[in-house]
């Protein structure tokens, strides 16, 4: 969506402006996308920035149909963040011109990209995570490190607001994992939703939501123009409450239609200064 107060570092190229970013968010990652509206109107591109290129490095595995050019990929990401941290000209690309200008701008935390890119080398294995705690390593590196950008950008850098974040992105990459699930109806008609299973569901659902409260109980540390950023935590919130009410079947057809109120909760969120 258009603004007139727009961020300096993002205006390099019109083809890369807000509406392309917007475009590609709003259609690949609905949630950020929501999100990101409450955010000031002169931060927003730069959330929709770092949301596409999550989307572009999480994609890569659906894209490829073999591991080393996966790994080809993600390094060619690697060599855009290196160019933008080393202050060369950017590639004209639709979202590493924005990213670019947006780290420049921000003087974002490099490490965070880089364990972003790096859970994703790992969604090139194709072998699930071995246990409860490689799945949680494997929420925090693919998602904490966003959520944590996300608050730098909307100028949240102390210590108890990036732990919150980390708390925030764990507990809404492993909802987001549980949902993602569901989507397969053959699994559904195949009767696939088993006692264990379930069971399997449901801690793991535990293990989300701990991770959402422990977030919550540094809620005083976001400053309210930073809300925008922890507000996947009122949609992995809603989400693990539907999948309790479906006795933790991930593959309940109630489940697989979005939330048609999701943008309200989140713009009751953003209006009381809580997630």
């Given at each position: 969506?258009?603004?007139?107060?727009?961020s300096?570092?993002?205006r390099?190229?019109?083809?890369?402006?807000?509406?392309?970013?917007?475009?590609?968010?709003?259609?690949?990652?609905?949630?950020?996308?929501?999100?990101?509206?409450?955010?000031?109107?002169d931060?927003?591109?730069a959330?929709?920035?770092?949301?596409?290129?999550?989307?572009?490095?999480?994609?890569?595995?659906?894209?490829?149909t073999?591991?080393?050019?996966?790994?080809?990929?993600?390094?060619?990401?690697?060599?855009?963040?290196?160019?933008?941290?080393?202050?060369?000209?950017?590639?004209?690309?639709?979202?590493v011109?924005?990213?670019?200008?947006?780290i420049?701008?921000?003087?974002?935390?490099?490490?965070?990209?880089?364990?972003?890119?790096?859970?994703?080398?790992?969604?090139?294995?194709?072998?699930?995570?071995?246990?409860?705690?490689?799945?949680?390593?494997?929420?925090?590196?693919?998602?904490?490190?966003?959520?944590?950008?996300?608050?730098?950008?909307?100028?949240?850098?102390?210590?108890?607001?990036?732990?919150?974040?980390?708390?925030?992105?764990?507990?809404?990459?492993?909802?987001?994992?549980?949902?993602?699930?569901?989507?397969?109806?053959?699994?559904?008609?195949?009767?696939?939703?088993?006692?264990a299973?379930?069971?399997?569901v449901?801690?793991?659902?535990?293990?989300?939501?701990?991770?959402?409260?422990?977030?919550?109980?540094?809620?005083?540390?976001?400053?309210?123009?930073?809300?925008?950023?922890?507000?996947?935590?009122?949609?992995?919130?809603?989400?693990?409450?539907?999948?309790?009410?479906?006795?933790?079947?991930?593959?309940?057809?109630?489940?697989?239609?979005?939330d048609?109120?999701?943008?309200?909760?989140?713009?009751?969120?953003?209006?009381?200064?809580?997630?």
């Amino acid at each position: 969506m258009p603004d007139e107060t727009r961020s300096p570092g993002l205006r390099s190229d019109p083809a890369a402006d807000e509406p392309s970013l917007s475009a590609l968010v709003r259609r690949h990652d609905r949630d950020r996308y929501q999100t990101a509206l409450f955010a000031a109107g002169d931060r927003r591109e730069a959330l929709l920035a770092l949301y596409a290129f999550n989307y572009e490095i999480a994609r890569i595995r659906e894209t490829v149909t073999q591991s080393m050019l996966g790994q080809i990929r993600l390094q060619w990401w690697r060599e855009m963040v290196d160019a933008a941290y080393a202050g060369t000209p950017p590639r004209q690309h639709p979202v590493v011109l924005p990213l670019s200008g947006v780290i420049r701008e921000f003087r974002l935390t490099r490490g965070h990209f880089d364990r972003l890119i790096d859970a994703r080398e790992t969604d090139l294995a194709d072998e699930p995570p071995a246990s409860l705690a490689a799945l949680q390593d494997y929420a925090e590196g693919s998602s904490a490190p966003l959520v944590q950008l996300a608050l730098e950008v909307l100028g949240a850098r102390e210590a108890m607001a990036q732990a919150a974040a980390r708390q925030v992105g764990i507990g809404y990459a492993l909802a987001g994992l549980l949902r993602a699930m569901g989507l397969d109806a053959a699994d559904y008609e195949a009767g696939r939703g088993t006692p264990a299973l379930r069971c399997a569901v449901r801690e793991i659902a535990d293990i989300a939501a701990a991770h959402l409260h422990a977030a919550r109980e540094r809620r005083a540390a976001i400053p309210r123009s930073a809300l925008a950023a922890v507000l996947p935590a009122i949609i992995a919130d809603r989400f693990l409450a539907r999948l309790r009410r479906a006795q933790y079947d991930p593959f309940a057809p109630a489940l697989v239609a979005p939330d048609p109120l999701q943008i309200w909760r989140l713009a009751f969120a953003a209006l009381v200064g809580r997630f």
